[in-house]
């Protein structure tokens, strides 16, 4: 199982950006996967949730300007977003969880995890 993170980049505040997480070696809606980042000197925290059925959850300081989606003709789980603050400078990971019907939620534990990529917004 791989996971692929990109779409990360430097943007100023306000801006919008989207991430994307290919996903491989495990069939398309039979996970459930999460967002999560982790910013210098902090902790890892949860961003966004999607259940293989397509249900959501959301840390509340994203939300309202994240949404998270997924492809699964194409095995991908995205995550867009807009209105960016300076606080949301951090390495972006996604993850997948075996269990398809669970939204990720802050403490899940999460089966896969890709290589992250990096958020930087400038204020």
């Known amino acids: 199982v791989q996971l692929q993170a990109s779409g990360g980049g430097l943007v100023q505040t306000g801006d919008s950006l989207r991430l994307s997480c290919a996903v491989s070696?495990?069939?398309?809606?039979?996970?459930?996967a999460g967002w999560f980042r982790q910013a210098p000197g902090q902790e890892r925290e949860f961003v966004a949730g999607i259940s293989g059925g397509g249900s959501t959850l959301y840390a509340d300081s994203v939300k309202g300007r994240f949404t998270v989606a997924r492809d699964n003709a194409k095995n991908a789980v995205y995550l867009q977003m807009n209105s960016l603050h300076a606080e949301d400078t951090a390495v972006y990971y996604c993850a997948a969880g075996t269990t398809a019907w669970r939204i990720p939620r802050p403490g899940s534990a999460m089966d896969f995890w890709g290589k992250g990529t990096l958020v930087t917004v400038s204020s």
């Open positions: 070696g495990l069939p398309a809606g039979s996970f459930a």
